[in-house]
């Protein structure tokens, strides 16, 4: 492998971003979200829903990293 997990991991979310995007704002204009409580749920869900699935990579490679150094020592 030629690049850090971070680096690849970055790139990923560059794709997967507008994604991620296109398809919150096709269930926002579907009509399915009635209510502004509606909005309000869907919103609280799906941003911090985003950002916690980055952070969980970042996570997921320090308890790998950490794995490794473990079983060279």
Avoid: C, E
Wanted: proline share 4%; aromatic share 18%; no cysteine.
């Amino acid at each position: 492998m030629n690049y850090s997990f971070k680096t690849l991991w970055n790139a990923m979310f560059v794709v997967v971003g507008p994604l991620w995007f296109g398809l919150v704002w096709m269930i926002w204009s579907s009509g399915q979200l009635k209510t502004p409580y509606d909005h309000t749920i869907f919103l609280s869900l799906i941003i911090p829903g985003f950002i916690l699935i980055y952070l969980m990579g970042f996570l997921i490679q320090k308890r790998h990293s950490r794995k490794m150094q473990n079983m060279q020592s």
